[in-house]
């Protein structure tokens, strides 16, 4: 989080996951440039502002290939949660590598040009009446629009000028990229009849991604479908036993209307939230409270316990829910309080005496 729009805020884990970024990327290119030519001959035959390109090119896809597996993974396996924690720098990593790549392509191919060299690259193959030599180039000028634009707005003074909403539907346009950098690199496989393996990882590359994201919808789709039963008799939602609620951790329960509401325990007390953070709609209850504060897994915001307020000088709100227990079963009220609204914790100790509150009571008490 950042009170001020500075341009990176750094800290121990960015500056950690930063360094293994480039650590990697200048990893690939060095292998790809050094160790490649030495175990192919037919990479060794490739001009070297050839080499170049490619290796920048094929990393930019890669790049972009992790980037969109990053989301389903962290919702498959919490153990992918660090590589989503800035995930933005990755996408900005990715656009910084393409650009590379289109710079190198249009120093080799239309330095010499008597146009322009942009003109050049939109009017040298207008071959659109076939597949095989289609001017696959196009897509690549799209994805890459797409990418520098993306990268551009990946400040979060972007998403508070443009609306959570706003931003968070742009950005989705990172699909679109994909896809035309899939048809970019597809097309010139065609066209080159000795990159039949390249075509094969691309392949590959988009049915992994396609199942990583149909695994991790399902899973969704299955909790929502689960959703809470009603408590007899209350109208509040069950959202489970008081002994699958850890210290500082969270249980999830499902509102009628289908949104998600986290229950957490710290000290004995427990507090409900929406699951949705303010910041990018993170899963709040796959958080954990840290200095007393709920914290969102995916980039960290926080959150009061008693009114769902970020602490001062941020701004961010979320909703809060009256919570009960009814013997061993944590209830919650499915209307939620206006937001900033301070509630109590409800004291586990207290509650379950046997003048403990009753759903009905818990609605009228502060």
């Known amino acids: 989080m950042s009170a001020a729009y500075k341009p990176v805020g750094w800290n121990r884990n960015k500056l950690l996951y930063d360094g293994f970024l480039l650590c990697g990327v200048i990893a690939y290119l060095l292998v790809y440039l050094e160790l490649a030519p030495r175990l192919s001959l037919a990479v060794r035959l490739v001009d070297v502002p050839i080499l170049r390109m490619r290796a920048f090119g094929s990393l930019a896809f890669l790049l972009l290939t992790v980037v969109l597996a990053i989301g389903p993974l962290a919702r498959l396996d919490k153990r992918f949660l660090p590589l989503l924690y800035n995930r933005r720098h990755f996408g900005v990593m990715t656009a910084i590598v393409a650009a590379t790549h289109a710079m190198f392509?249009?120093?080799?191919?239309?330095s010499f040009s008597a146009t322009p060299r942009l003109t050049a690259l939109f009017t040298s193959n207008t071959s659109f009446d076939r597949l095989v030599g289609f001017p696959f180039e196009l897509f690549g000028v799209f994805a890459l629009i797409i990418l520098i634009v993306l990268a551009a707005t990946s400040h979060d003074f972007w998403l508070s000028f443009l609306s959570p909403p706003v931003w968070k539907a742009m950005h989705m346009s990172v699909y679109a990229a994909y896809a035309a950098l899939v048809l970019?690199?597809?097309?010139?496989?065609?066209?080159?009849?000795?990159?039949?393996l390249k075509?094969?990882?691309?392949?590959?590359?988009?049915?992994?991604?396609?199942?990583?994201?149909?695994?991790?919808?399902?899973?969704?789709?299955?909790?929502?479908?689960?959703g809470s039963p009603v408590a007899p008799g209350t109208g509040w939602i069950d959202v489970g036993q008081m002994a699958d609620l850890s210290e500082g951790r969270a249980i999830i329960g499902i509102l009628p209307g289908g949104e998600r509401v986290a229950v957490f325990r710290f000290k004995n007390r427990l507090s409900a939230l929406s699951n949705l953070c303010s910041h990018q709609n993170g899963p709040i209850g796959e958080g954990k409270v840290v200095l007393g504060f709920v914290t969102c897994p995916w980039h960290g915001y926080q959150y009061r316990l008693e009114d769902g307020c970020s602490p001062p000088p941020f701004r961010e709100r979320i909703r809060k829910y009256r919570v009960s227990l009814s013997g061993t079963r944590v209830l919650v009220d499915p209307v939620g309080v206006p937001l900033g609204t301070r509630i109590?914790?409800?004291?586990?100790?207290?509650?379950?005496?046997?003048?403990?509150?009753?759903?009905?009571t818990a609605r009228t008490t502060p």
């Open 199 to 226: 075509a094969v990882l691309v392949g590959a590359s988009l049915t992994l991604l396609v199942v990583l994201h149909l695994l991790a919808g399902r899973k969704e789709h299955a909790i929502d479908a689960s």
């Open 184 to 196: 970019h690199v597809g097309l010139a496989a065609l066209a080159d009849t000795q990159s039949a």
């Open 105 to 110: 392509v249009l120093d080799w191919y239309f």
């Open 344 to 360: 109590e914790p409800l004291d586990i100790t207290e509650a379950l005496l046997p003048a403990s509150l009753s759903p009905a």
